[in-house]
Nanobody
Framework: QVQLVESGGGLVQAGGSLRLSCAASGGTLRSYVMGWFRQAPGKEREFVARINWSGSSTYYADSVKGRFTISRDNAKNTVYLQMNSLKPEDTAVYSC????????????????WGQGTQVTVSS
């Protein structure tokens, strides 16, 4: 059973940066596709980014492309989301997730989820 714990969220002004981390325990992340999702109040969970097991392939939502970067360090069992040029509309709870077979951006493709970390961007 893999447990995921996110950290690094907080309050930042528009245009600022944050780096989220997702640390795993109870198992290795080496064989998992890792994804980041976010959910704003009153809205559905939204795909943000994903990375394959080796880190050689990444995919981003159009809304964050060019501003966010997903990466992973399998030796540290950790996945990161570097968020630059943050906008107020990026405000949400950000969660990481792990899945073995991921073909799309649907949350249902992921097996393990973290509790999430709050990101608030002020204007």
């Amino acid at each position: 059973q893999v447990q995921l714990v996110e950290s690094g969220g907080g309050l930042v002004q528009a245009g600022g940066s944050l780096r989220l981390s997702c640390a795993a325990s109870g198992g290795t992340l080496r064989s998992y596709v890792m994804g980041w999702f976010r959910q704003a109040p009153g809205k559905e969970r939204e795909f943000v980014a994903r990375i394959n097991w080796s880190g050689s392939s990444t995919y981003y939502a159009d809304s964050v492309k060019g501003r966010f970067t997903i990466s992973r360090d399998n030796a540290k069992n950790t996945v990161y989301l570097q968020m630059n040029s943050l906008k107020p509309e990026d405000t949400a709870v950000y969660s990481c997730a792990a899945g073995r077979t991921v073909w799309d951006t649907r949350p249902s493709e992921y097996t393990y989820w973290g509790q999430g970390t709050q990101v608030t961007v002020s204007s």
